[in-house]
């Protein structure tokens, strides 16, 4: 667990995405500053942050403020903020990250505007084809990172060898697993099973002498807890991630009209309440504070758009986690030495 970092790293915030900004942004933002010691930069309007602070009560004393005029709303498209939107908080934030030697960048904003500001600004690592996005999946005691999750719709067999060897380096260092077994999300498991563009994928992922390519896994197989790393397009990717969010949320609906259904299962509750608690914890989005965008000079983190400080925090906590670890110069030496 990361407490602190070196004073020459810094966490940009995007102070105006999201559904709950700038409050709950702010407050997160101070709660990092005070919990894990983070050197902390605000990005937004300048007044809005100051009275949402001081109508909360938020103390921002020691957090640096990157004024800025415009901000981008949920649904305008990234060309247009990149052609038009220069001084809002996501173009800044990522722009003033890139200029930093060791920063990272967090926006609960527009994330389609996020990856073309970050990727304009911060740019791809040398020989990245694509970025992609890499999220952790909770499973049980276990966990899985799920790449790419939404970033590329259209992909080429060398972005998902690519997206094997991300996934691969953040699996082992932020997940702490040696070896980690990658797979290729498909359906079926035959090597030869599936479209073009997996059957092909698997014959250069398989030809990597440092991956522990396990084959394929079909998506019923991936809450089995056999693959640590799975690799498929954004869009299959974005699919699975939003029907586990989906599923979680059912989940956890039908066992609350189960326990409240009757008076012997309210009673029953209380005995497992605990228990309940505890496993809601480990599928709640806010634990794990967002997704990184990997293949870039610097950690760039997309957290959920509708993130409260206790997400904001955590965002940081992954953030700083990935500095200190150093992750997009370990991609990069992958990289490199595959080329």
Do not use: W
């Given at each position: 667990?990361?407490?602190?970092?070196?004073?020459?790293?810094?966490?940009?915030?995007?102070?105006?995405?999201?559904?709950?900004?700038?409050?709950?942004?702010?407050?997160?933002?101070?709660?990092?500053?005070?919990?894990?010691?983070?050197?902390?930069?605000?990005?937004?309007?300048?007044?809005?942050?100051?009275?949402?602070?001081?109508?909360?009560?938020?103390?921002?004393?020691?957090?640096?403020?990157?004024?800025?005029?415009?901000?981008?709303?949920?649904?305008?498209?990234p060309s247009?903020?990149?052609?038009?939107?220069?001084?809002?908080?996501?173009?800044?934030?990522?722009?003033?990250?890139?200029?930093?030697?060791?920063?990272?960048?967090?926006?609960?904003?527009?994330?389609?505007?996020?990856?073309?500001?970050?990727?304009?600004?911060?740019?791809?690592?040398?020989?990245?084809?694509?970025?992609?996005?890499?999220?952790?999946?909770?499973?049980?005691?276990?966990?899985?990172?799920?790449?790419?999750?939404?970033?590329?719709?259209?992909?080429?067999?060398?972005?998902?060898?690519?997206?094997?060897?991300?996934?691969?380096?953040?699996?082992?260092?932020?997940?702490?697993?040696?070896?980690?077994?990658?797979?290729?999300?498909?359906?079926?498991?035959?090597?030869?099973?599936?479209n073009e563009?997996?059957?092909?994928?698997?014959?250069?992922?398989?030809?990597?002498?440092?991956?522990?390519?396990?084959?394929?896994?079909?998506?019923?197989?991936?809450?089995?807890?056999?693959?640590?790393?799975?690799?498929?397009?954004?869009?299959?990717?974005?699919?699975?991630?939003?029907?586990?969010?989906?599923?979680?949320?059912?989940?956890?609906?039908?066992?609350?009209?189960?326990?409240?259904?009757?008076?012997?299962?309210?009673?029953?509750?209380?005995?497992?309440?605990?228990?309940?608690?505890?496993?809601?914890?480990?599928?709640?989005?806010?634990?794990?504070?967002?997704?990184?965008?990997?293949?870039?000079?610097?950690?760039?983190?997309?957290?959920?758009?509708?993130?409260?400080?206790?997400?904001?925090?955590?965002a940081v906590?992954?953030?700083?986690?990935?500095?200190?670890?150093?992750?997009?110069?370990?991609?990069?030496?992958?990289?490199?030495?595959?080329?």
């Amino acid at each position: 667990m990361v407490q602190s970092v070196s004073s020459n790293h810094s966490v940009i915030i995007d102070a105006m995405g999201g559904d709950f900004a700038p409050g709950e942004i702010i407050k997160g933002s101070a709660e990092a500053k005070k919990d894990l010691n983070a050197d902390i930069k605000l990005v937004g309007d300048l007044e809005k942050i100051k009275k949402s602070a001081d109508l909360e009560n938020i103390d921002i004393s020691g957090i640096d403020i990157i004024p800025t005029s415009q901000e981008v709303g949920m649904d305008e498209y990234p060309s247009y903020v990149l052609k038009n939107k220069r001084d809002s908080s996501i173009y800044r934030g990522s722009e003033f990250t890139a200029g930093q030697n060791r920063a990272a960048f967090i926006s609960a904003g527009n994330t389609g505007a996020v990856m073309a500001c970050s990727l304009f600004n911060i740019k791809r690592i040398v020989n990245i084809a694509r970025p992609a996005i890499a999220v952790v999946v909770p499973l049980g005691d276990r966990k899985f990172v799920l790449i790419d999750a939404g970033a590329n719709a259209g992909c080429k067999p060398l972005y998902l060898k690519q997206f094997a060897i991300m996934g691969k380096v953040y699996s082992e260092n932020m997940l702490g697993i040696k070896k980690p077994r990658v797979s290729l999300v498909n359906i079926g498991e035959e090597e030869k099973k599936g479209n073009e563009l997996v059957v092909e994928s698997y014959k250069l992922i398989k030809e990597c002498p440092d991956i522990n390519f396990i084959g394929n896994v079909e998506g019923r197989e991936l809450f089995e807890g056999i693959t640590d790393v799975a690799v498929c397009d954004g869009f299959i990717g974005n699919v699975i991630l939003k029907l586990i969010e989906g599923m979680a949320g059912f989940f956890f609906k039908e066992i609350r009209q189960i326990l409240e259904s009757s008076v012997i299962a309210k009673i029953s509750a209380l005995g497992i309440r605990s228990s309940l608690v505890e496993m809601r914890k480990k599928f709640d989005y806010e634990e794990y504070g967002g997704a990184q965008l990997l293949g870039l000079n610097r950690p760039v983190i997309i957290a959920h758009g509708s993130s409260r400080s206790k997400a904001v925090k955590n965002a940081v906590k992954v953030a700083m986690e990935s500095l200190e670890l150093d992750i997009a110069n370990k991609i990069r030496k992958e990289i490199s030495g595959l080329n």
